[in-house]
């Protein structure tokens, strides 16, 4: 094992499946918050519901998915990893045959809910195998590509559920795109990871689950990284969430355009994602989450008030690169604040950034009921540049004596 609790990268526990397992899980994670992206003005006129309150489908589910994040605080130090995400992604199987049947509104948001719940215990789980199985010099770049995987989903997705809804509608997306890469990646998790990543139990060394969330909670430095990080992912609902319906309904263009926009996106994202180890090795985890969040949050502001759909666009691929970067890097950054609590942190961290995706789309949507994309904008857009401002002033990088 390495100084700050990672494997050396020898370790024979981690097979060639390991990494593309992880990168497909990710992938599969992004499917259904993209369909919604695409078809929520569909999703909305088959149950009879504004854009602004359709919008609210990934609140509930974040809400949900928050409480079902701390509790993998403790299941994470019970349980291995393994079983947990196979458990998770079982939930997240479920969640998107529900969907498709869902015949009310109100099951609508249940079964998507559930996704909630299953990528509530996969995420923190995938971060803390990178923990567990790779040295710290490699980690950075290898939470890039299990980002760049989210993101592809978004690439390859996004003209695949436009093909599959023109045939058979939202609900035919459902069962047609997102069902068998959930179904590809539990099955790649279930061969390819490994049962128990360290060799000798959990990262806690057996200490219990109370100290773990207090080790946590009375680190000022850690609890800065975690409401920083709801920030920004709040500030990044505005992208992923609302950006197509924005370019559909300010600009009426088609929803084969909005598609091929979310691919440019998403290859921005991308880019931004598999370039951030070189960053992150070179000028450190804070320094560039910090720079890099309030590009991010400034560019969102800019891209929804501006005129020309083009400069809009520009704008917006900009943001998605500064975002890219900054995800990788701020999960970097607190993933190491407390080496001994892994995969409590992680689980912690998951449960906070669903509340930030449930404020971002709550107050996104709140703002299209009252004002408009423009004061969207604003807000959320706000909200990456306070994330700068709590990373700059309240977060310490324990590796930087590593990296000196």
Known sequence: MDEDGGVVSDNPRRSRLVLPSLVVTRFALGAPSLLISLLLIEIGAT???SVGATGQISTVSSVAAFVAALLMGFLSIRFRPKPLMLIGMSLFTLSAVGCAFSPQFSLMVAFYAMGGLGASMVIPMTTTMVGELYPLSERATVIGYLLAGGALSFVIGAPSIILIAGYGGWRTAFLG??????????????LGLPSNPSGEGTSTGGRGFVEGFRDVLMNSSAVACLLGSALNA???????FYSASFMRQRFQVSTGFASMYIIGGALSYTVGSLVSGRFVNRFGRKRVTVITSILAGAFTLLYYNVLDIWASIFLAYVASLFTGVRSSSSSSLTMEQIPSYRGTMMSISSAIDNMGVALGAGLGGLMLLWYDYNVLGVVLGGAGVAASLLFQLLTRDPTEKKRG
């Open 47 to 49: 149950f009879g519901q």
């Open 234 to 240: 709040a500030c990044w609902q505005a992208v992923v």
């Open 177 to 190: 795109f997102v069902l068998p890469i959930v179904l590809l990646g539990t099955l790649l998790s279930y």
